[in-house]
């Protein structure tokens, strides 16, 4: 069975020169252990990129357009 996968857009945030930071965070304190999280913003967020890696997620960064970064955080094993 496929793991369910949420997604969030801070492109929205980003664009108003608001700071995603806790929504993203308040999204994945939420998340069941099997879990997808997909982000959507307007850069490579590297530094939620280690945040995320100690809270034990994997991520792969794809660009999809100038302004549009699509970054898949994946629980990994236990």
């Excluded at 945030?13 to 930071?21: A, T």
């Excluded at 999204?27 to 069941?32: A, P």
Aim: glycine share 6%; net charge negative.
């Amino acid at each position: 069975m496929a793991n369910r996968i949420v997604e969030l857009d801070v492109r929205p945030f980003l664009r108003r020169g608001e700071e995603p930071f806790s929504v993203i965070m308040d999204t994945v304190g939420k998340l069941e252990k099997s879990e997808t999280f997909v982000l959507h913003a307007t850069m490579n967020p590297v530094p939620l990129l280690k945040v995320l890696e100690g809270k034990g997620y994997s991520h792969a960064s794809e660009q999809l357009a100038e302004d549009h970064w699509k970054v898949t955080f994946e629980p990994l094993p236990s």
